[in-house]
């Protein structure tokens, strides 16, 4: 950019290089290299390089890489006996909380569309588990489950609802669901802010319209407010099932997977088989099924993204 | 006449009731580990759980700050979080610019890149890159960490920042380029003050990932000393156990503090960076 300072006549070759270097059409890759080199260094590179060692058997210690083909795959669908189990938990993980978290933003962000007083200070408390680390979240949860000194048992046991301590987090009938709870706590800022933006676009006319022309509450919900936020509502979607999918942080911490593996999500498992039973082949080829179970909301999510810029 | 107030009276109603219940679903976490933080012990293991500390005490900052290295870990996090944020900055907003202003070739595949980038599992990426670093000597550096944190931030910064860009007017460099700025001039006397906003958003966005991630803290650092807060809290409970309540929820006030004063000062930006990809008004 700078070339036309230079006093020096250059070389021929060198001249039309610097010509070429200083066009218009080159400029954009200047401010790009910087971006995307490392970009695809640490994003391509190591998505290929997973996609490879699952067809591998790698060894962290001798670095020793055996292709062999599909066999994690086939060891994976007819061996373990806890790839099946991760895999429905993961599901019925996800779709519990995509949903629940859905419910409960869209709730929240009608809410607080309402010119009421206090909307900001409600609209900060709504907000405020994001900033909460996923491990401090669990760890301050996990307080609150326990069986004998948790809030939970406790008021519970007072509003009469129990009738006895539930160990939360111990009890295999109610840990994935104790789990859930922690991740939809986390995710709701986003859903309440992606769904009050959306809220906020609509214009107050149309409601004014639509109650002339004789639309109650419900009516007006359902014919303003639902086909308004169905772009915002599919991205919110897409964004907390992807992100619901790939969970692992408080998971990990709440209960590692157990007990009786009623926590086991696909995430933990390929985190277990690589940094504790060292199986990194095995432990990629979990994350390619998880991979390949994402590739449609992520294609989903990227082209609604696209859609709306263009 | 009445029969409108009163509609508007059961809708503040409805409206309030719900954002109660929410309110305290969503703040109680906070509220509790906030004023068990100054919890003497005995008010801690109650058969009823004591709201509001009768006798406040600081013995569990004191004990913290003195007796285990979380003041080590919050100067750890602070360090990886304050890199990663500059380093994000700086390639963030050349990336982004570059997206919004010039048109070029495989313009759209990045986009595509960058939006579906970050959206993969995080184990499937954590695996090879743990191999990879571990070849590099990266393993159980700040250095290791930072790299994969700024990346990490990198693909949906930019997008989100490339919409910011998007609403500044073109015009605002070309008039400066043509009063005799070079471009690089025209963006950082006249672009980028106008796009602070956006800028801002990034920057809560990268501190809060390096700043809140686990998983790759937890695989990468085997130096206690270098532990950020994340694993350190981790690491002290399961040395410690949970009987100590008290000194974990210090430690938790402490994690989230810094992250608290960011998010009150920035969350108008986040939120309008954020949301600038998804709703346009």
């Not at chain 2, 743990?130 to 550096?141: A, D, E, G, K, P």
Request: aromatic share 14%; net charge positive.
């Amino acid at each position: 950019m700078s070339t036309k300072t230079l006093s020096v006549p250059l070389p021929e070759g060198l001249e039309r290089l610097s010509r070429r270097l200083s066009n218009r059409h080159i400029t954009p890759y200047y401010y790009l290299l910087p971006t995307v080199i490392p970009l695809l260094l640490l994003t391509v590179y190591p998505l290929l390089r997973g996609i490879y060692l699952a067809f591998t058997q790698y060894n962290l210690y001798n670095k020793d890489t055996t292709l062999v083909g599909a066999f994690n795959f086939i060891e994976l669908t007819t061996n373990d006996t806890l790839f099946w189990g991760a895999l429905a938990n993961n599901i019925l993980w996800t779709v519990g909380i995509v949903a629940i978290t859905y419910v409960l933003g869209l709730f929240t962000s009608i809410a607080l569309n309402e010119n009421i007083p206090l909307r900001g200070l409600f609209r900060g408390l709504a907000l405020i588990p994001w900033v909460c680390p996923a491990v401090v979240a669990a760890l301050t949860w996990r307080w609150i489950f326990d069986p004998h000194f948790g809030m939970l048992n406790y008021a519970l046991m007072e509003l009469g609802l129990i009738d006895r301590q539930i160990g939360w987090l111990g009890d295999k009938n109610t840990a994935l669901a104790a789990t859930m709870v922690v991740a939809i706590w986390k995710l709701l800022p986003f859903s309440v802010v992606m769904l009050l933006a959306g809220l906020q676009t609509v214009p107050e006319e149309l409601y004014e319209a639509g109650a002339i022309d004789g639309a109650g509450v419900l009516g007006r919900f359902r014919y303003i407010t639902v086909p308004l936020l169905n772009r915002v509502g599919k991205i919110a979607i897409l964004l907390t099932t992807i992100w619901a999918f790939n969970h692992f942080d408080s998971v990990y911490v709440l209960t590692g997977g157990g007990p009786g593996d009623t926590t086991m999500l696909l995430s933990i498992m390929s985190y277990l088989n690589a940094f504790r039973f060292f199986k990194i082949g095995y432990a990629s080829a979990v994350g390619v099924v998880m991979l390949i179970l994402l590739l449609l909301p992520i294609t989903l999510y990227t082209r609604q993204v696209l859609e709306d810029v263009e | 006449m009445e029969q409108f107030v009163r509609r508007r009276l059961v809708r503040y109603v409805l409206a309030y009731g719900w954002l109660l219940i929410i309110s305290t679903f969503t703040a109680f976490p906070f509220f509790w580990m906030l004023t068990s933080s100054f919890k003497a012990r005995p008010e801690i293991f109650t058969r009823i759980p004591v709201l509001f500390p009768q006798e406040p005490t600081l013995a569990n900052y004191n004990y913290v700050l003195t007796e285990t290295p979380a003041g080590r870990y919050f100067l750890n996090s602070l360090y990886i979080a304050t890199v990663t944020t500059l380093l994000a900055l700086v390639l963030t907003t050349l990336g982004a610019y570059a997206l919004s202003r010039f048109q070029f070739r495989m313009r759209r595949s990045l986009g595509v890149w960058l939006i579906a980038g970050q959206m993969f599992p995080g184990v499937l990426m954590l695996i090879p890159l743990f191999v990879t670093l571990t070849r590099l000597n990266l393993v159980n550096t700040y250095a290791g960490l930072i790299i994969v944190y700024t990346m990490g931030a990198l693909p949906f910064s930019t997008w989100m920042l490339k919409g910011y860009f998007d609403t500044v007017p073109r015009e605002l460099e070309d008039s400066a380029m043509i009063d005799g700025c070079s471009r690089v001039g025209a963006i950082r006397r006249v672009f980028l003050p106008v796009a602070a906003p956006g800028i801002a958003a990034v920057a809560l966005f990268a501190f809060t990932i390096a700043w809140q991630e686990f998983m790759f803290a937890l695989t990468m650092m085997k130096d206690q000393e270098k532990y950020p807060l994340s694993v350190g809290i981790n690491f002290f409970v399961g040395i410690a156990g949970s009987v100590v309540w008290g000194n974990i929820m210090a430690m938790a006030v402490l994690i989230i503090v810094p992250g608290l004063i960011f998010f009150l000062f920035l969350q108008r930006y986040m939120i309008s960076g954020l949301t600038a990809g998804a709703v346009k008004g």
